[in-house]
């Protein structure tokens, strides 16, 4: 009888992973492009909308320029790059 009930158990739950599975083949490539071309997204560059220069004006009045300490703070302890880069061999 456990045999039965566990033999049934794995065949549900096989079947539930075979039906989850679906069809997950790729978006047509040329559906993206229409989707992408119909919401304006190129890489054209487009004149910013009158409520996205009013909030970026807002969100610089804002900031404080004038005050350096985050730069500080960001390239303290910064390893920076050598000025010349030497690539060599393993004979050095």
């Known amino acids: 009888m456990k045999?039965?009930?566990?033999?049934?158990?794995?065949?549900?739950m096989l079947l539930?992973?075979?039906a989850c599975s679906g069809n997950n083949s790729e978006p047509d490539v040329?559906?993206?492009k229409s989707?992408?071309?119909?919401?304006?997204?190129?890489?054209?560059?487009k004149v910013a909308t009158e409520n996205t220069i009013k909030i970026n004006s807002?969100?610089?009045?804002?900031l404080d320029f004038a005050d350096t300490q985050?730069?500080?703070f960001a390239t303290k302890g910064l390893i920076d790059?050598?000025?010349?880069?030497?690539?060599?061999d393993a004979d050095g």
Do not use: D, H, V
């Open 3 to 12: 045999k039965c009930i566990i033999f049934i158990l794995i065949a549900s």
């Open 16 to 18: 539930s992973l075979a």
């Open 30 to 32: 040329s559906e993206q």
């Open 35 to 45: 989707l992408a071309e119909e919401l304006g997204l190129t890489k054209e560059t």
């Open 58 to 62: 807002a969100l610089y009045t804002q």
């Open 70 to 72: 985050e730069a500080a």
């Open 81 to 88: 790059a050598p000025e010349t880069l030497e690539l060599k």
